[in-house]
């Protein structure tokens, strides 16, 4: 039977660039940025590193499709680099390559290094370059904020929720992510805003409007991972642990003729489920204190908590408003500013995550750091609420 992934990798080190329009940087500079610190943290040498996985998630505006850029951009000495994309979940999946590969006893020491550069090449976000035939025939004449306007719409049908309701929901996730935002300094947006201004901001497709709105970045994000014993030897103390890694991917269900209603993502739902099984967790509004979700869209956020069992069905709207996902909340969500504040470089989006629990965990998070956080939470959404992939990695102290 499957073990599982929990407490038998830590993470040695992380690094993270700044997130913005990086117009002075190219892919490689910004892999630089965040593996120099990165590897500083590990205090290691880079001849130790034995593997390598790549994330970058659109590889014809951006670095190809061939693992050579990381290798020559950061002169790893000729070890196997494998290059990844798996839509918004690329830079987890960097992160899963590496942790399952030390985990099986292929390699001592891995790393992970998630990119993206999208400003340069004038990517919006709309209208994307091909991903292939198979999503050219499912996706015609798609956006991203269409797509999940809708799922504001099924969300509303299913519960009764008033217009005016969901709205201020939204635009208090928007408020609380740049709140949290302004504090951090490696954030791509660092302004807050107020809740008049997130309401009344313009219409992008309703009931989604411009503050509702991950923005476009250039950014990268590293860790380097090894198991306990290692890094014991290593003389590091106050472990921070691998407790899940799990994946979900549409099979097609949700956009053709089944249950789905439109109202929640189902391979959030599974893989939640699937991390917390993993992890050990029966009680996760008890047992996480923390989490990142894929905010690409304010109702993403919204929806997710529900997906995560984080609040009841129907209810997310009512904890919202109440603060629970608040930085002073039950349960803090986005508290470096998320996609939100950070934009969304795909290769490095996920990796972003976990380097601000890892933070967290070691009590560096500055003006953002929590009391004593033991579990942490990341969620990415790859795609769209008929069609996607969801990664869920869970990461916390040591035990």
């Known amino acids: 039977m ?17 997130f913005g329009e990086r117009w002075d940087m190219s892919p490689a500079d910004l892999m630089s940025e965040a593996f120099e610190e990165g590897l500083a943290d590990a205090g290691i040498e880079k001849g130790q590193i034995q593997m390598a996985w790549f994330g970058a998630g659109i590889d014809a505006s951006n670095v190809g499709s061939s693992a050579m850029p990381l290798s020559i951009a950061l002169r790893l000495p000729n070890i196997p680099v494998t290059k990844v994309e798996n839509m918004c979940a690329t830079g987890t999946e960097a992160f899963r390559g590496a942790v399952y590969a030390v985990a099986s006893g292929a390699c001592d020491i891995a790393l992970a290094l998630g990119v993206e550069k999208l400003k340069d090449v004038g990517y919006g976000g709309l209208p994307q370059r091909t991903r292939g035939v198979e999503n050219d025939m499912y996706w015609p004449n798609l956006s991203a904020p269409g797509a999940f306007a809708q799922l504001a719409s099924g969300y509303r049908a299913k519960y009764g929720i008033e217009k005016a309701d969901l709205k201020r929901a939204m635009a208090h996730i928007s408020v609380k992510s740049h709140a949290n935002g302004a504090k951090n300094p490696k954030a791509h947006l660092q302004r807050e805003i107020t809740e008049e201004q997130a309401i009344n901001a313009p219409y992008i497709a309703e009931p ?6 991950c923005g476009v970045s250039d950014g990268a994000a590293c860790a380097i991972v090894c198991t306990p014993e290692i890094a014991r030897a290593l003389g590091k103390a106050d472990l921070v642990s691998v407790k899940a890694l799990q994946l979900a991917a549409s099979n097609g269900e949700e956009a053709g003729f089944s249950k789905w209603d439109g109202s929640y993502l189902q391979t959030t739902r599974v893989a939640a489920q699937n991390a917390y099984n993993e992890a050990g967790i029966s009680k996760p509004r008890e047992e996480i204190d923390m989490t990142e979700v894929h905010d690409c869209f304010s109702i993403t956020e919204l929806v997710t908590m529900e997906d995560l069992q984080l609040s009841d069905e129907g209810q997310a709207v009512w904890d919202v408003l109440n603060g629970d996902f608040d930085a002073d909340g039950r349960i803090p969500c986005q508290i470096d500013g998320g996609l939100k504040c950070f934009g969304h470089p795909i290769g490095a989006s996920g990796m972003r995550m976990i380097y601000e629990n890892y933070l967290q965990f070691h009590g560096r998070a500055g003006k953002r750091q929590l009391k004593d956080p033991r579990l942490a939470l990341n969620h990415n959404l790859g795609g769209f609420p008929h069609q996607n992939i969801c990664s869920i990695s869970i990461i916390g102290r040591y035990e």
Not at 8 to 16: A, N, R, S
Not at 208 to 213: A, E, S, T, V
């Open 2 to 18: 499957a073990s599982g992934i929990k407490d038998k990798v830590v993470i040695l080190g992380m690094g993270c660039s700044k």
């Open 208 to 213: 989604i409007g411009l503050f509702d709105c």
